[in-house]
């Protein structure tokens, strides 16, 4: 999102005044294939939790701020995955039933907690006001989906995009991890029925992906895995990811971190899956422009 100079501020300024730069808001969305896959807590309530306690309730605050004027600023990224199934007509008519049995439920429990108030009062009466605060919750999220939303929250989504307020961006097809995948083909292929599930949900191409668990790739040798040193010096290279997402008109892409940065790894794997930051040999992902001198190959290029 550009910050431009506001009416009161110049264009220009001098050398010692901060200068304005530029921001992304991105939040990022994404559920494993859970349809149909039992119930609590891996199965299809897990998507109606998300439902429940994530995409409804930002729809409700995007929808409120593009009815108060307010467009731009927030990038959303929705996986294939999750907008198949989002849309899918069993999951949207189970959802229905989740917060009327869910609102159910909480009026049950406010009732017997107030038939209960002689044994502990207090008690009893801030446990039953809990209960209907539920109740409405509940409530207002069956008829958010089914009136205010027509049950159609990728649509919901699509309208907001279209009238500029939000920017929805892809992700690959079945969110598979695309450095590891052994082929191009199969690197292409996730990446193009990614854009075509896209389409058919947004009506558009998008314009950005976010990479699976952002893992990006460089161009490397051709080879098996874990040929290593022992790959030849004139191995071809298998192009680089960002050479597929451009074939496929992605303007731009989210990866992480550290990979850009070269900081070591902050998760609970550090040191066990991934190893002393530096211990893996690089390689160059793609000849330097003719003019500049050869560099140690790195990850923090991946322009080159």
């Known amino acids: 999102m550009y910050l431009p100079p506001t009416v009161d501020e110049p264009a220009s300024r001098s050398a010692d005044q901060p200068q304005r730069g530029a921001f992304t808001f991105m939040l990022h969305s994404h559920l494993p294939y859970v349809r149909e896959n039992g119930t609590w807590p891996h199965g299809e309530e897990w998507l109606y939790e998300a439902l ?31 907008c198949e199934q ?9 959802f229905v039933e989740y917060t009327a049995d ?3 439920r909480a009026n049950r429990d406010a009732e017997r907690r107030t038939q209960r108030g002689n044994e502990r009062t207090g008690e009893a009466q801030e446990r039953a006001a809990l209960a209907r605060w539920y109740a409405d919750r509940y409530g207002h999220l069956h008829d958010a989906f089914t009136v205010r939303y027509g049950r159609d929250v990728l649509g919901a989504f699509r309208g907001l995009q279209e009238d500029g307020v939000i920017e929805v961006s892809t992700s690959a097809a079945t969110h598979g991890y695309l450095p590891l995948l052994s082929t191009d083909a199969a690197i292409r292929g996730q990446i193009r029925e990614g854009i075509r599930s896209y389409e058919r949900f947004f009506s558009r191409r998008p314009r950005s992906i976010w990479l699976p668990e952002c893992a990006y790739r460089p161009a490397v040798p051709e080879g098996p895995p874990g040929a290593g040193d022992a790959l030849p010096a004139t191995a071809q290279l298998r192009p680089g990811l960002e050479r597929w997402l451009e074939a496929e008109g992605i303007e731009l892409f989210f990866t992480e971190t550290q990979l850009i940065e070269g900081g070591p790894a902050t998760s609970a794997t550090r040191g066990e899956l991934i190893g002393p930051y530096g211990a893996v040999r690089r390689r160059r992902g793609a000849p330097p422009p003719a003019d500049e001198p050869l ?8 322009y080159w």
């Open 52 to 82: 429940a306690e994530t995409y409804l309730p930002l729809l409700d605050v995007l929808s409120d701020l593009a009815d108060d004027g307010i467009r731009g600023g927030v990038t959303l990224g929705l996986t294939p995955i999750l």
């Open 86 to 94: 989002l849309a899918d007509p069993l999951v949207v008519e189970r």
């Open 102 to 104: 869910r609102a159910a």
């Open 295 to 302: 560099r140690e190959a790195t990850t923090y290029e991946p």
